[in-house]
């Protein structure tokens, strides 16, 4: 009995030249298809302040904007992001600049614990503030929902939003 022949593998990865705008600057490289948005913004351009948390995208520690929506940076391959504009919790106060309205709030509402998980929280945040319409509770609810806090903050962080929220557009 004959058997068919099993097709070869599919090449599994190839390489990719890869243009975006991180942070306001153009950034041009060569990424393999499997190389994780994530993994690109921290060891190849150094943006530690992306967290990398469970990498299955449920914790949302590496939450970074994308074209000014909240995106898992484990679950979006860099090739993804080619002519994409991406904001990281570095673009928001950079140097000396003083803080942004959400860190603000976050840091008098002590909505962060330990911190490991607060970069997403902030950047998804700060995609609400930017938004055109103030975002009505459940909306916010249910983007923090897309977050987890280890050391169970919560309410602290919610006080921290609800503040940058009245700051933004009034209460």
Do not use: K
């Not at 994780?36 to 469970?54: E, I, V």
């Not at 090739?79 to 942004?100: F, I, K, N, Y």
């Amino acid at each position: 009995m004959n058997r068919p022949a099993t097709p070869p593998l599919a090449e599994p990865s190839g390489w990719h030249d890869v243009r975006l705008t991180v942070n306001g600057t153009e950034v041009a490289a060569q990424v393999e298809s499997r190389l994780l948005l994530g993994d690109l913004l921290r060891d190849r351009l150094g943006l530690t302040g992306t967290h990398l948390g469970c990498e299955h995208g449920v914790c949302g520690a590496c939450t970074v904007l994308v074209d000014g929506e909240p995106v898992r940076a484990c679950l979006t391959l860099a090739v993804q992001c080619d002519g994409a504009d991406l904001r990281t919790v570095e673009s928001l106060a950079p140097g000396d600049a003083p803080l942004t309205g959400v860190q603000r709030a976050f840091h008098e509402c002590h909505g962060m614990q330990c911190g490991f998980c607060t970069p997403g929280f902030v950047m998804t945040a700060t995609a609400l503030t930017e938004r055109a319409d103030r975002p009505s509770d459940a909306e916010v609810a249910d983007a923090l929902s897309g977050h987890l806090c280890r050391c169970t903050g919560y309410r602290n962080i919610r006080r921290a939003v609800r503040q940058a929220l009245d700051e933004r557009f009034g209460e």
